[in-house]
């Protein structure tokens, strides 16, 4: 090392000054080597030296030098000193290209990418605190203190045990309950080993896609829905067949004329975002449908469990006499989406590919918390809580309706769902959703903009607002800049 190269080496430690120190002067004598200003063969001044020369103890450079000569930048030479590794690359190889030129030597992503960020990019993302965000639970009244209760429990009793447990499928007791929750409330046919316990929802559609579709399957989807049921059948390679909703439900007429569907993807329950419920003749031609077809369908159950206007709905699985619906749920707005639980029950024929699939993406959803679920469960735990939030998200919902009636009658129409956490307003006006939905994110208010979930070029106008996890007051104030962002543009 000459002077320049201490000089630098000085005015770089300075810059640089961080604890551990040992650390920092490996970062700065590695970062010395792979720029090239060290270079292959330089001789490494003594560590005496060093340590005067940058005002540390030699323990800070013995530590430094020793963990550099570990990762193969320096080499010792019995009784001639430390000296840079000959096995360090060319500088220029080393230091890269900058800007374009670094583009240009960078591999080429998935194609898949781009349908991922295409669609994030459609459907922009906004904090979950704030009104009004859709699927967000009211956490506030959710019985952490049993949960907390049933956590500790569990690791106390039989935590070593089930530390080792590696079931792709899930948890079996949770699955036990589960199949019969799902038979008592949904009319579900099926049983616990026909339950694949996934990370949320979302992993299930991606789940299902891996296992049954190929390069270029054509999947008919609900039009408008959920933006991420795009990324699952685009990033898996699949095509996307937008069908149109009608009142009863996805349409048949266009449907019927489609050849090659691999699958067709619908929320029987509840549509999202419109909150159309299928009815029970739709139901059962889509069935037929399928069969003609040799089809598969997904039923994504969302938000099935809050339905205000009468008793739960039949599933469409528990209409199916083929084995041909795949059905998909998830326990994040029951529960709190941080526990990232969801479930895919499949045909009797799916079970060992499903189970298979699962095993190579992620090996299984976290044990400890599928067996406090399953005591959730077990222990009545589950149910109460529903009753309580079903309850208290319809008097929520039914406020929100009347302010909505009651302040922006000039400005919306409520298109009316039985049930559900959140309301979809039809523009009455010619806004441009999407710049109002912007413009109230940046006075704090979350409103997604109903165009956002179409594909077509047929877009209705709309905003939709989640009310689950606000109260009235926060309603209130979220529906006041509503209409003052409005007035405003």
């Given at each position: 090392?000459?002077?320049?190269?201490?000089?630098?080496?000085?005015?770089?430690?300075?810059?640089?000054?961080?604890?551990?120190?040992?650390?920092?002067?490996?970062?700065?004598?590695?970062?010395?080597?792979?720029?090239?200003?060290?270079?292959?063969?330089?001789?490494?001044?003594?560590?005496?030296?060093?340590?005067?020369?940058?005002?540390?103890?030699?323990?800070?450079?013995?530590?430094?030098?020793?963990?550099?000569?570990?990762?193969?930048?320096?080499?010792?030479?019995?009784?001639?000193?430390?000296?840079?590794?000959?096995?360090?690359?060319?500088?220029?190889?080393?230091?890269?290209?900058?800007?374009?030129?670094?583009?240009?030597?960078?591999?080429?992503?998935?194609?898949?990418?781009?349908?991922?960020?295409?669609?994030?990019?459609?459907?922009?993302?906004?904090?979950?605190?704030?009104?009004?965000?859709?699927?967000?639970?009211?956490?506030?009244?959710?019985?952490?203190?049993?949960?907390?209760?049933?956590?500790?429990?569990?690791?106390?009793?039989?935590?070593?045990?089930?530390?080792?447990?590696?079931?792709p499928a899930g948890y079996?007791?949770?699955?036990?309950?589960?199949?019969?929750?799902?038979?008592?409330?949904?009319?579900?046919?099926?049983?616990?080993?026909?339950?694949?316990?996934?990370?949320?929802a979302q992993q299930g559609?991606?789940?299902?896609?891996?296992?049954?579709?190929?390069?270029?399957?054509?999947?008919?989807?609900?039009?408008?829905?959920?933006?991420?049921?795009?990324?699952?059948?685009?990033?898996?390679?699949?095509?996307?067949?937008?069908?149109?909703?009608?009142?009863?439900?996805?349409?048949?007429?266009?449907?019927?004329?489609?050849?090659?569907?691999?699958?067709?993807?619908?929320?029987?329950?509840?549509?999202?975002?419109?909150?159309?419920?299928?009815?029970?003749?739709?139901?059962?031609?889509?069935?037929?449908?399928?069969?003609?077809?040799?089809?598969?369908?997904?039923?994504?159950?969302?938000?099935?469990?809050?339905?205000?206007?009468?008793?739960?709905?039949?599933?469409?699985?528990?209409?199916?006499?083929?084995?041909?619906?795949?059905?998909?749920?998830?326990?994040?707005?029951?529960?709190?989406?941080?526990?990232?639980?969801?479930?895919?029950?499949?045909?009797?024929?799916?079970?060992?590919?499903?189970?298979?699939?699962?095993?190579?993406?992620?090996?299984?959803?976290?044990?400890?918390?599928?067996?406090?679920?399953?005591?959730?469960?077990?222990?009545?735990?589950?149910?109460?809580?529903?009753?309580?939030?079903?309850?208290?998200?319809?008097?929520?919902?039914?406020?929100?309706?009347?302010?909505?009636?009651?302040?922006?009658?000039?400005?919306?129409?409520?298109?009316?769902?039985?049930?559900?956490?959140?309301?979809?307003?039809?523009?009455?006006?010619?806004?441009?959703?999407t710049v109002l939905s912007?413009?109230?994110?940046?006075?704090?208010?979350?409103?997604?903009?109903?165009?956002?979930?179409?594909?077509?070029?047929?877009?209705?106008?709309?905003?939709?607002?989640?009310?689950?996890?606000?109260?009235?007051?926060?309603?209130?104030?979220?529906?006041?800049?509503?209409?003052?962002?409005?007035?405003?543009?």
């Amino acid at each position: 090392m000459d002077d320049l190269q201490i000089s630098h080496l000085k005015e770089v430690w300075g810059r640089s000054y961080e604890r551990p120190l040992y650390r920092t002067l490996y970062s700065v004598l590695r970062d010395f080597i792979l720029s090239g200003e060290l270079p292959a063969g330089e001789k490494i001044f003594p560590s005496r030296r060093l340590a005067q020369t940058l005002s540390v103890s030699r323990n800070t450079v013995t530590q430094a030098i020793e963990l550099l000569q570990s990762d193969g930048f320096l080499i010792a030479r019995q009784g001639d000193g430390v000296y840079v590794s000959y096995d360090i690359a060319s500088p220029d190889l080393l230091r890269g290209g900058e800007g374009e030129e670094a583009d240009q030597r960078t591999p080429a992503l998935a194609g898949r990418v781009k349908h991922w960020q295409g669609v994030r990019k459609r459907h922009y993302r906004f904090g979950a605190g704030v009104a009004f965000s859709p699927g967000v639970p009211a956490l506030d009244l959710f019985p952490f203190d049993v949960w907390a209760r049933l956590l500790s429990r569990r690791w106390r009793l039989s935590g070593p045990k089930l530390a080792m447990q590696e079931d792709p499928a899930g948890y079996e007791a949770l699955r036990c309950e589960l199949s019969q929750y799902l038979r008592r409330t949904r009319g579900l046919k099926c049983g616990a080993h026909q339950i694949i316990i996934v990370s949320g929802a979302q992993q299930g559609l991606d789940l299902l896609g891996r296992v049954l579709w190929e390069e270029g399957d054509r999947v008919a989807i609900e039009e408008p829905a959920f933006p991420g049921m795009d990324g699952v059948v685009l990033g898996n390679g699949a095509l996307i067949e937008p069908i149109a909703l009608d009142d009863e439900g996805i349409s048949m007429d266009y449907l019927a004329g489609l050849t090659g569907v691999k699958s067709i993807m619908v929320m029987p329950s509840r549509n999202y975002p419109l909150g159309t419920t299928m009815s029970l003749g739709r139901r059962m031609a889509l069935l037929e449908l399928a069969r003609q077809k040799c089809s598969w369908i997904i039923e994504d159950d969302f938000d099935c469990e809050f339905r205000f206007d009468g008793p739960p709905l039949t599933s469409l699985q528990g209409l199916d006499k083929d084995g041909r619906v795949i059905y998909v749920g998830t326990f994040s707005r029951i529960i709190f989406p941080a526990l990232r639980l969801g479930f895919v029950v499949v045909p009797e024929t799916l079970v060992d590919p499903f189970i298979a699939a699962k095993a190579y993406i992620d090996g299984h959803a976290s044990i400890i918390h599928q067996a406090v679920l399953a005591d959730f469960f077990n222990e009545g735990y589950f149910d109460s809580h529903l009753r309580r939030m079903k309850k208290l998200y319809k008097e929520r919902r039914n406020y929100l309706i009347e302010q909505v009636e009651s302040r922006l009658p000039d400005y919306f129409e409520i298109n009316l769902a039985d049930g559900g956490l959140h309301i979809c307003l039809l523009c009455k006006q010619p806004i441009e959703d999407t710049v109002l939905s912007r413009a109230l994110h940046n006075v704090g208010i979350v409103a997604r903009p109903l165009s956002s979930f179409y594909r077509l070029p047929f877009k209705k106008q709309g905003l939709v607002l989640g009310f689950a996890g606000f109260d009235k007051k926060t309603i209130d104030a979220g529906l006041q800049q509503i209409e003052k962002t409005i007035k405003r543009m």
